[in-house]
């Protein structure tokens, strides 16, 4: 079973039954090349993301969907279904309504996208203690300014 950086179980192994929307959604995810901005894991990090900029010529980067609390639109379904597939203006994300090969997504489709990017990030949000935090900073936070992957595991 594949685990999610913060220790949670991801929901699309092989080994479980009853997750088609977001082991759907995966697939989807590849189809609709996702990837290219957001990286195979959903960090923001894809071949085309730093090259990014906003209808305004700033720099910008696509989001972290890892950790769905600071989704700029919000994170539950309804709010990542508006971002996905309305857009969000003056960004490079445009509605994903349609396949790179110009299919309509239906709407069964749309709600494994939506299952699939909400299963990047952990059922609960991890808590993690200031004090605790401060005093690994360095473990925790990377050059990027991110956490690091994995940093979070048995914070209570």
């Known amino acids: 079973m594949s685990l999610h950086p913060i220790g949670d179980a991801h929901p699309c192994s092989s080994d479980l039954e009853g997750h088609s929307y977001a082991c759907e959604g995966k697939k989807l995810w590849h189809v609709m090349l996702c990837q290219w901005c957001h990286?195979?894991?959903?960090?923001?990090d894809?071949?085309?993301?730093?090259?990014?900029?906003d209808d305004w010529?700033?720099?910008?980067?696509?989001?972290?969907?890892?950790?769905?609390?600071l989704f700029k639109n919000g994170y539950e379904p309804k709010d990542i279904y508006r971002s996905i597939f309305g857009g969000l203006?003056?960004?490079p994300m445009q509605s994903q309504s349609t396949t790179v090969q110009w299919t309509q997504l239906g709407e069964h489709?749309?709600?494994e996208m939506v299952g699939y990017v909400l299963s990047l990030s952990p059922a609960a949000r991890p808590v993690l203690h200031l004090r605790d935090f401060a005093?690994?900073?360095d473990k925790r936070i990377?050059?990027?300014?991110?956490?690091?992957?994995?940093s979070l595991q048995g914070t209570n």
């Open 39 to 44: 990286g195979e894991e959903g960090r923001g």
């Open 46 to 53: 894809g071949q085309t993301a730093r090259d990014m900029t």
């Open 57 to 69: 010529g700033h720099p910008v980067r696509p989001a972290d969907l890892t950790y769905k609390w």
């Open 89 to 91: 203006n003056g960004t």
């Open 109 to 111: 489709e749309r709600w």
């Open 135 to 137: 005093a690994q900073r």
């Open 142 to 150: 990377g050059p990027s300014g991110r956490v690091v992957s994995g």
